[in-house]
């Protein structure tokens, strides 16, 4: 029996970019996102055979940083562990890429926990455990999710069919975490008090778009939500960015296709990757173009 639990990546379409709280963990601002089913993670425990703690992703052995981090998340709501555990996770999406591999793999440990130990947690009880480990996570529990600053975690209902694909620019592990990068970003970039109040009226906008099933909205929100979220990298100190020459490539190629009539719209998180949003009745004919058009790989993430 494949006794895996499995969590779901999911990407903001209004950003979670700093923390107002680290205990509990709250976001400066209002964020939502769409989950993607076919990018996930599965993770089993097991009783280590090695009497130590150990943690594998994709069959490597994690570092003593990355075992103390995730040691120390499970410590918080599973009291007295009297055991030596083994995580094993496999992630379909590339790890530390900026492809949302913390949101489903904290899901899936999260899950794996409540089934490994017995915990018999709801739903709702998981969600907000889960954003304790990574924020974003929580979201990953609902096709479509909003984490509001106060913790509350809501299904959002939308009738339009959302997909993503991903125009792979680099899958490489990145070289300062989505939380190193948001904790610079809040305590030094000059437009972060500036980035917060746009991206919560970003979040109102997007949630009457949704409501009126008004993609031509959606996109543009998501784009200038990402967009934004990436100044305040530019206005850190030290200043960064996560986007290369070949992230703006992409975003180029995403605006061309839309202004030959073919409606997308992109955005990006913390790595070079930019995701591709569009309606699922679209798919054959931009992934065509697309394919045509760039010469890397393209991540199809939803069915
Ligand atoms: P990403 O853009 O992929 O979400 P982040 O920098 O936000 O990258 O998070 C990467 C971190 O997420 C990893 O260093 C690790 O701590 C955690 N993570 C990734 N995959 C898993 C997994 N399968 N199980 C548990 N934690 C994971
Ligand atoms: C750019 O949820 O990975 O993807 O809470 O510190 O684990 P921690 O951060 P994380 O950050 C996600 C940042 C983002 C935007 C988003 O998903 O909303």
Known sequence: MDSYSVGYA?????????????????????NLSLRLDNLYSK????????????????????????????????QKFVPNIN???????YNTVPTAAGLSSSSSGTMALVLACNEYFNLQKTTKELVQISK?????????????????????????????DLSM????????????SSREAMERCVTTSTNFNDWVEAAKIDFEEMKIAIKENDFSKIGEITERNALYMHSTTEYATPSFSFLTD???????????????????YFTMDAGPNVKVLY?????????????????????????
């Open 132 to 160: 304790e480990g990574s924020g974003s996570s929580c979201r990953s529990f609902y096709k479509m999710a909003s984490w509001l600053e106060n913790g509350e975690v809501e299904e959002i209902k939308c009738d339009l």
């Open 43 to 74: 993770t089993k425990i097991e009783k280590s055979k090695n009497n130590e703690n150990e943690f594998y992703i994709n069959d490597e052995k994690q570092s003593l940083e990355e075992l103390n981090k995730i040691m120390n998340f499970i």
């Open 10 to 30: 999911n990407i903001a379409l209004v950003k979670y970019w700093g923390k107002k709280s680290k205990n509990p963990v709250l976001p400066y601002n209002p």
């Open 246 to 264: 070949d992230s703006y490539k992409a975003m180029e190629l995403v605006k061309n296709l839309r202004n030959e009539g073919l409606e997308c």
């Open 165 to 176: 694909m991903v125009l792979v620019v680099d899958e490489n592990r990145k070289k300062i």
């Open 279 to 303: 309606l699922k009745e679209n798919h054959e004919k931009i992934y065509r173009e697309l394919e045509k058009l760039w010469k890397k790989k393209i991540i199809q993430c939803t069915q």
């Open 83 to 89: 055991e030596k555990i083994t995580i094993k996770s």
